[in-house]
């Protein structure tokens, strides 16, 4: 048995919390900034933020305005600026035009926002040809979208994240806030995807 095999077969929080006692042992990390760490990402950290601001959006048009005026001061609003949204830049999707967000240098993304990038914003592959073929790889990744639709892509980077602000579904007008927020999602706060009506 290999240690690639070996590893595989230990859980992955049994695995985690090895290392973090090895770690510890040996004066590496200090357990107290790692619980702290954690924390935060479980409460303060992840798409349910995003979420909230797009609600928000939606259900305020002077809101709306100021986030797609400057993104960053709207957001701070929020208390979401960080690290990971230093200056974040809002694009609307509309029914003639649609947004997609990428970082085809790494793997940029508004942490504080939408929680840690999926595996397949880092993936190589998106990377490259979300940028040459747009159309194609949302179809591909379940979003199908009319030809007369104009695709832009969004290269994030470490100075700008992009935040897709996605079109509101049909049939939610009366909704609130608090009832818009569980309909977002973060793949179609990147614009990979649609918000679908409950």
């Not at 208390?79 to 609307?92: D, S």
């Not at 999926?118 to 990377?127: F, I």
């Not at 040459?132 to 199908?144: D, H, N």
């Amino acid at each position: 048995m290999t240690a690639g095999e070996s590893a595989e077969r230990i859980p992955a929080p049994l695995r985690t919390e090895a290392l973090e006692q090895l770690l510890t042992e040996r004066g590496l990390v200090d357990p107290t900034t790692l619980d702290a760490m954690i924390t935060e990402y479980e409460t303060n950290v992840g798409p349910l933020n995003g979420a909230k601001v797009v609600a928000k959006a939606w259900t305020d048009p002077e809101y709306r305005r100021r986030l797609l005026d400057d993104g960053t001061a709207a957001i701070k609003e929020w208390g979401f600026i960080g690290a990971q949204t230093e200056h974040v830049v809002v694009v609307e999707n509309t029914a003639t035009s649609h947004n997609v967000v990428v970082c085809t240098l790494c793997s940029c993304y508004p942490w504080r926002l939408l929680g840690l990038p999926p595996s397949w914003y880092k993936d190589p592959a998106y990377r490259s040809r979300v940028v040459k073929e747009p159309r194609k790889v949302l179809s591909e990744m379940g979003l199908e979208l009319a030809d007369d639709v104009r695709i832009t892509v969004h290269d994030s980077s470490s100075e700008v994240r992009w935040l897709v602000l996605p079109e509101r579904p049909a049939g939610t007008e009366g909704m609130s806030e608090e009832q818009l927020v569980p309909l977002i999602t973060r793949d179609a706060m990147v614009g990979v995807a649609r918000i679908e009506a409950p």
